[in-house]
């Protein structure tokens, strides 16, 4: 994050330099991508976009915090919040001012736009057995092209542009598939290698596999990435900003809009064929087995960035044992930890320590694995106690991390026998964005996200995604997450409201809590990546903690750097109805 903020610095004096120059220069403008459509666009700045719908509230509302106080750090606090939304105010109205410029992507309004390629799931849901036994099939396969290291591909995860050198020794970005059947329909569980893919290009590979799945009886095709920040940029975190910034302005004299990528399409197109590949192979290598599961305590091995220190303290493995005593036993993993391991100066392709489980089950326990990332929006790993010392090497670490985790797995025996029963529903939903720097980078197409507006004000944007859940035998659920979500929702334990930056509780249940006495996990970038989610009572403005490094006035437990990117301070409550209203359309 610290990058990324010297970044906005950056980008917010370049935005005030480029911005004067573009629209009065009279020299050639850079070349713009082909043109799609032409548009009737007035250029001239529409201040009701620009400042907040109800100024006057707006210029008030920031004083709210103040209050009295013995406490010297509260007061510092206090005036800091104050500080943080004012200046929000006027850096998020030069990007309101910004987004102006830059040319209306062509989105659907809500009077036009019909869903594609989503899986609604099952219609009615099983409370017993479905079936004699458990099918399952897996595959797996490589994205990464063979000109890798001198294809000009863009590594991931820090918004640095940085160009990738080759591969870590050892290491690879994988596809990996395990499909899953307990006689109603079968679901995929896709795990990607990768910061994240977009829903928009996660229902592309699902048009590719659109005949194939009414053939098979495919009800769920659910893609979720690792979250590992030195793969190939799949999702436009590795852009040029610069690079954006002039292809989308080189369209203003023209009027026109055209469709733009930060994305290598190269890259893209091996990835969707790879997926559309390997989920056809796992579904064909299906056979029928048992299904056990267990969860193992890694309570040590995981740290909370970010107050309220709330994380699923365990490693969760569905382990699916095929009748065939031949046939290679097959591993569904999830935990929540941030795959950050590398180094900040890495140019070599990384899985990180998700893509090393995956690598050391095939390898030591002869075991093909899947790995899927949970809650994780501020978790990160603790190496205290494993021996790791400065000497060693990021590829160390990483398999030192690794090979603990799948150690204890293994030596927990206490293994419940799952039975046939796998009930899924998925749901489309609507993010209303409420974030200026969001704003920004849907009009630059900084990613594909799929987006829609609202009739006759372009301005009005809201995030096209999905959420899904899953019950997996009796005792079991899963939610499928589109988003880096806080813990707290999912497992409850949100901050009260005298210590939430809003002074206001937070009104619902955990996610846990609406099951159904379940035991719930969480599946976190699934079918979407758009940023974090945090409680709406704990949601700070957009830039806290950038302006926060200026003033000083909180610490690294406090910082609020999630909301930077998160959708809206509204995302969190909007999704936790909709999961409600997901919930009770099914029983």
Known sequence: MKKGKRLLFILGICAAVIIPMILT????????????????????????NVLPPNLPKALIEPLRHIHKSADEAERKFTKGKVFSEYGTLLVGSLAKFIAELIPDRNLPTTANYTPKNLYTGTEVFADEPTATAWRAGYAGASVIPEDVADGGYNLAGYFNNKKCTGVTQGDDQRFNAIALDAGKGTVLFCSLDGFGLTG???????????????????????????????????????????DLFKKNFSLIPSGKTAEISPKNQKLMDKLFAVGKETVIQAVNNMESGKLFYNETDIFDLIGDKQLPEVFDPNVHRFRFIPDNPASKEIWLINMAVHPTTMGGDTTTVSADYPGRIVKLAREQYNANAAFFQGAEAAITRK??????????????????????????ITANTNETLVDPILNF????????????????????????????????????????????????????????????????????????ANEAWNKTEWPFPSMESMTG?????????????????????????????MLGDVYKFSDEKNDHYEELLSVGPQTASTMMREYGRMLESIR
């Open 25 to 48: 220069a009279n020299t050639a403008l850079p070349k713009a991508p082909p043109a799609t459509e032409k548009v009737k666009r007035d250029y001239t700045i529409n201040v009701r």
């Open 200 to 242: 928009t290009d996660i229902r592309y590979i699902r048009s590719l596999l659109e005949d194939f799945a009414k053939e098979k009886g495919i009800i769920g095709i659910n893609i979720s990435c690792t979250h590992s920040h030195y793969c190939l940029d799949i999702h436009g975190t590795g852009t040029n900003m610069g």
């Open 383 to 408: 190496t205290d106690g494993l021996g790791i010392k400065a000497e060693n090497t990021d590829v160390e670490r990483i398999t030192i991390y690794a090979a603990e985790i799948l150690k204890r």
């Open 425 to 496: 529903r998925a749901r489309e939903i609507y993010l209303e964005v409420d974030n200026p720097l969001m704003t920004v980078f849907l009009k630059l197409q900084f990613a594909n996200n799929g987006a829609l507006t609202q009739a006759g004000r372009p301005d009005e944007v809201s995030v096209i995604t999905e959420i899904g859940y899953c019950e997996i035998g009796k005792n079991l659920a899963v939610v499928l997450l589109p988003c880096e979500l806080s813990a707290e929702i999912a497992f409850g334990g949100t901050r009260p």
């Open 517 to 545: 006495g379940r035991e719930l996990l969480a599946f976190g970038l699934m079918n979407d990546q758009f940023g974090y989610v945090v409680p709406d009572n704990d949601h700070a403005v957009a830039f806290a903690d």
